[in-house]
């Protein structure tokens, strides 16, 4: 008995594509990732043929969205230790929307503009919510137990 597949979800990149199938897959649902090998090919066809699309069985649909959109967990836990790690978020706006940038790419861009290909180190967190910009303290990074 054969069912239709529907897609789900579509991914201009791979890695993120294949994050998503192991999401799905690790919960037990069956899925495809249809056009991967043409973009794995050649990466520039991603976007010419509406990306890689995610697909599952009709049945399976709601499930596996409603996996994808889950949010992060704001504890991570670990059975023999307990609490080891929680989840940063930004210290103006406390969204966990944030992401770590370790070059200042715009100033290393312009520098390639004139010549120059030497990337700037910026070592911050940014929140992509509110634009607010930090360096992680490392005595927190140390100990979990310390807000963040």
């Known amino acids: 008995m ?6 789900i979800e579509r991914f201009r990149d791979l890695p993120e ?27 520039l066809w ?9 697909q599952v069985k009709a049945e399976d649909a709601q499930e596996a969205v409603s996996l994808l959109h889950e949010p992060p967990p704001q504890i991570f836990l670990e059975q023999e230790v307990g609490e080891y790690y929680q989840q940063p978020r ?3 706006c406390n969204s966990m929307d944030i992401g770590f ?14 010549g120059l290909c030497f990337p700037f180190r910026k070592n911050r967190w940014k929140c992509h919510e509110c634009g607010a910009e ?7 990074a140390d100990n979990p137990s310390l807000p963040r």
């Open 90 to 92: 930004c210290p103006k």
């Open 101 to 114: 940038e370790s070059i200042d790419k715009s100033l290393s861009y312009a520098l390639m503009l004139i």
């Open 46 to 54: 991603s976007n010419a043929i509406g990306n890689m699309r995610l």
């Open 2 to 7: 054969s069912s239709e597949l529907v897609t």
């Open 134 to 140: 930090w360096v992680e303290d490392p005595a927190a």
């Open 17 to 43: 594509a294949l994050l998503a199938k192991g999401k799905l897959e690790s919960a037990g649902i069956q899925c495809f990732l249809a056009d991967s090998e043409l973009v794995r090919a050649d990466w």
